[in-house]
């Protein structure tokens, strides 16, 4: 049970403002094992509802209990692990296969990664996904076959309480319905506490044991069953919120009792058009298939050929004949005959009947509801100089890739806090491009200045190289954790990940293609520095640079050219491979952009 004991919530306004009241002394009680749904207009204060209770968000005043517990005294990751957690566009974690997305909490808790995938197998069954989507990326899935993902996980360590956020909003209306009646069906199994946001009346009607109206300012106008809201709205806000056809509404809460049904005439598929004529005097004719279902209209008068599938018109709804009036009605007033189309619980056909006879029923009582460099004098001066080539190849690589490595190693928590504090982010961001804007030639007369005697350059060159690389890359990293999708970051924090860990466990793997592309951005921009050292006498690959000029020794400026080139293009392979390795979620969701 989750209990609402007068919370209020509000934001500090701007300078000069009245705080705003986003939920305002707020008391309800969200039954064990039922479906509770929090609606209402924009600015409601729904959602800021939904997470208070996993204290994603912290009430102003009042207290929260879940199962007798005052929700403030617990450890927010625990709690959150202990709860379920949908919201809309799954918020699934990309770079993750659809089993180890499902898996993600089990782990958390400890279990080992061979039960938890077990599990989480499990719940794809559960949840009507065949086997074959586990091993898949979820850019691989449709929005419907993610939302199934992203229920399964929230079920994935059975959590006694579910907090569900507008989760089939980003679907298209058929796939919607579908999933809705899964939900109903999986919560008929397994009778989770849920707490569940929609902005949709028709949403919530259907899928609630009680429907809670909020108002603008979240203030709670109504908490009822749905047919009682529906039949007896608190207030005009509540009426008109509801809707104007809500009578009609009201009628799916009420089980149409038995009714006088026609024995249809009915023809197979691929029946000739003498059998089609025959069979009926009526301008329809109903057709089902070899199991006696029902699989629409024809018009036999027109028919110039047996019956097939393309002769069919579609246009009626078919309903249960133990289902609510509201269901029968439809198939009576949606059928191109005028009757309505009833069958049982394995799909086949009992008979028909009209929209006056399902009216007359309900008016009873009833219960609710190459270079080639010029002036070359030796060519075999390359091969003579391989090994020293070689050499400065190894140094300057050295030179360039530890200060990258270090660098990276720095920039990643800088980015960080640049990110989780914004009051920092302009002296981390802002500093790092004053120093990257410095000529690399400046920086490296500087730095021995600046740090020592001698003994010292060849450190004080890998310090330089390393604040130049720092400043390079903290950009990037800032730039790659803000890649991470809002959703993501979300569902991660929702599901008890502390901000250590989600940074590690989550946004850093998302991060990788960005800071990819910014390490290889800066170990170019490495190696071309590390060629100017050898104005200041350290011998990298740039020696061949200033040799080859100062001696007018075209073949030697070209290889020192082509070898900078050549380590360059190798940094860049390497940091690609890395990036291949730590990606295989971003390489299918290439192919699925690609297809």
């Given at each position: 049970?989750?209990?609402?004991e007068?919370?209020?919530?509000r934001?500090?306004?701007?300078?000069?403002?009245?705080?705003?009241?986003a939920?305002?002394?707020?008391?309800?009680?969200?039954?064990?094992g039922q479906?509770?749904?929090?609606?209402?207009?924009?600015?409601?204060?729904?959602?800021?509802?939904?997470?208070?209770?996993?204290r994603?968000?912290?009430?102003?005043?009042?207290?929260?209990?879940?199962?007798?517990?005052?929700?403030?005294?617990?450890?927010?990751?625990?709690?959150?692990?202990?709860?379920?957690?949908?919201?809309?566009?799954?918020?699934?974690f990309?770079?993750?296969?659809?089993?180890?997305?499902?898996?993600?909490v089990?782990?958390?808790?400890?279990?080992?990664?061979?039960?938890?995938?077990?599990?989480?197998?499990?719940?794809?069954d559960?949840?009507?996904?065949?086997?074959?989507?586990?091993?898949?990326?979820?850019?691989?899935l449709?929005?419907?076959?993610?939302q199934?993902?992203?229920?399964?996980?929230?079920l994935?360590?059975d959590?006694?309480?579910?907090?569900?956020?507008?989760?089939?909003?980003?679907?298209?209306?058929v796939?919607?319905?579908?999933?809705?009646?899964?939900?109903?069906?999986?919560?008929?199994?397994?009778?989770?506490?849920?707490?569940?946001?929609?902005?949709?009346?028709?949403?919530?009607?259907?899928?609630?044991?009680?429907?809670?109206?909020?108002r603008?300012?979240?203030?709670l106008?109504?908490?009822?069953?749905?047919?009682?809201?529906?039949?007896?709205?608190?207030?005009?806000?509540?009426?008109?919120?509801?809707g104007?056809?809500?009578?009609?509404?009201a009628?799916?809460?009420?089980?149409?009792p038995?009714?006088?049904?026609?024995?249809?005439?009915?023809?197979p598929?691929?029946?000739?058009?003498?059998a089609?004529?025959?069979a009926?005097?009526?301008?329809?004719?109903?057709?089902?298939?070899?199991?006696?279902?029902?699989?629409?209209?024809?018009?036999?008068?027109?028919?110039?050929?047996?019956?097939?599938?393309?002769?069919l018109?579609?246009?009626?709804?078919?309903?249960?004949?133990?289902?609510?009036y509201?269901?029968?009605?439809?198939?009576?007033?949606?059928?191109?005959?005028g009757?309505?189309?009833?069958?049982?619980?394995?799909?086949?056909?009992?008979?028909?009947?009209?929209?006056?006879?399902?009216?007359?029923?309900?008016s009873?009582?009833?219960a609710?509801?190459?270079?080639?460099?010029?002036?070359?004098?030796?060519v075999?001066?390359?091969?003579?100089?391989?090994?020293?080539?070689?050499?400065?190849?190894?140094?300057?690589?050295?030179?360039?890739?530890?200060?990258?490595?270090?660098?990276?190693?720095?920039?990643?928590?800088?980015?960080?806090?640049?990110?989780?504090?914004?009051?920092?982010?302009?002296?981390?961001?802002?500093?790092?491009?004053?120093?990257?804007?410095?000529?690399?030639?400046?920086?490296?007369?500087?730095?021995?200045?600046?740090?020592?005697?001698?003994?010292?350059?060849s450190?004080?060159?890998?310090v330089?190289?390393?604040?130049?690389?720092?400043?390079?890359l903290?950009?990037?990293?800032?730039?790659?954790?803000?890649?991470?999708?809002?959703?993501?970051?979300?569902?991660?924090?929702?599901?008890?990940?502390?901000?250590?860990?989600?940074?590690?466990?989550?946004?850093?793997?998302?991060?990788?293609?960005?800071?990819?592309?910014?390490?290889?951005?800066?170990?170019?921009?490495?190696?071309?520095?590390?060629s100017?050292?050898?104005?200041i006498?350290?011998?990298q690959?740039?020696?061949?640079?200033?040799?080859g000029?100062?001696?007018?020794?075209?073949?030697?400026?070209?290889?020192?050219i082509?070898?900078?080139?050549?380590?360059?293009?190798?940094?860049?392979?390497?940091?690609?491979?890395?990036?291949w390795?730590?990606t295989?979620?971003?390489?299918?969701?290439?192919?699925?952009?690609?297809?």
């Amino acid at each position: 049970m989750i209990r609402f004991e007068g919370v209020t919530k509000r934001y500090a306004g701007a300078p000069g403002h009245a705080p705003s009241v986003a939920v305002d002394d707020l008391t309800l009680e969200a039954p064990t094992g039922q479906i509770t749904v929090l609606v209402g207009p924009s600015g409601c204060g729904k959602t800021t509802t939904l997470r208070m209770v996993n204290r994603m968000i912290t009430p102003t005043s009042g207290s929260i209990w879940l199962d007798g517990r005052d929700t403030a005294g617990l450890d927010e990751a625990e709690l959150r692990r202990g709860i379920g957690y949908v919201i809309q566009h799954a918020g699934l974690f990309p770079h993750r296969t659809v089993l180890d997305n499902v898996a993600t909490v089990p782990r958390l808790l400890g279990w080992d990664k061979a039960k938890a995938r077990a599990r989480a197998a499990e719940m794809l069954d559960l949840v009507g996904l065949d086997a074959a989507y586990a091993r898949r990326y979820p850019s691989q899935l449709s929005g419907g076959q993610q939302q199934r993902v992203g229920v399964a996980r929230a079920l994935a360590a059975d959590p006694p309480v579910m907090l569900m956020d507008e989760p089939f909003s980003a679907v298209d209306p058929v796939v919607r319905e579908q999933l809705q009646d899964e939900f109903l069906r999986l919560q008929r199994e397994l009778g989770k506490t849920i707490l569940f946001v929609t902005h949709d009346i028709d949403e919530a009607i259907k899928l609630g044991d009680q429907v809670a109206v909020l108002r603008v300012g979240g203030r709670l106008a109504q908490l009822d069953t749905p047919s009682r809201l529906l039949a007896d709205p608190v207030d005009d806000f509540v009426a008109d919120f509801v809707g104007r056809d809500r009578g009609y509404r009201a009628l799916g809460f009420r089980e149409a009792p038995p009714l006088a049904l026609t024995d249809e005439p009915t023809v197979p598929l691929g029946a000739s058009v003498g059998a089609a004529r025959a069979a009926t005097s009526d301008r329809w004719l109903l057709v089902v298939d070899e199991g006696g279902a029902p699989v629409g209209w024809v018009e036999p008068e027109r028919l110039v050929a047996p019956i097939g599938r393309e002769h069919l018109h579609r246009g009626g709804t078919v309903a249960r004949a133990d289902g609510s009036y509201r269901a029968v009605l439809d198939a009576a007033l949606s059928a191109p005959s005028g009757r309505g189309v009833l069958v049982d619980g394995a799909g086949v056909l009992v008979g028909t009947v009209t929209a006056n006879r399902v009216v007359a029923a309900m008016s009873r009582p009833a219960a609710a509801a190459g270079l080639g460099p010029r002036g070359v004098r030796d060519v075999t001066w390359v091969w003579e100089h391989l090994g020293d080539i070689g050499g400065y190849a190894v140094s300057h690589a050295l030179l360039a890739g530890i200060p990258l490595l270090v660098g990276l190693a720095l920039a990643l928590p800088l980015g960080w806090l640049a990110r989780r504090f914004p009051r920092v982010a302009p002296v981390i961001v802002g500093g790092s491009g004053l120093l990257y804007t410095i000529p690399s030639l400046a920086l490296f007369i500087l730095m021995p200045l600046l740090l020592g005697s001698r003994i010292l350059d060849s450190i004080n060159v890998y310090v330089a190289m390393t604040i130049y690389t720092v400043a390079l890359l903290v950009r990037s990293v800032v730039d790659a954790l803000g890649s991470v999708p809002e959703a993501t970051a979300l569902a991660a924090t929702s599901m008890g990940y502390r901000r250590v860990g989600r940074a590690l466990a989550v946004e850093l793997p998302l991060a990788v293609p960005v800071l990819a592309s910014g390490l290889r951005v800066a170990a170019v921009s490495n190696v071309s520095i590390v060629s100017v050292a050898s104005l200041i006498g350290y011998p990298q690959l740039g020696y061949y640079l200033t040799d080859g000029y100062q001696r007018s020794f075209p073949l030697e400026i070209g290889v020192g050219i082509v070898a900078c080139v050549l380590l360059a293009l190798v940094f860049d392979l390497a940091i690609r491979g890395v990036e291949w390795l730590l990606t295989p979620w971003a390489r299918a969701r290439a192919e699925v952009s690609a297809a």
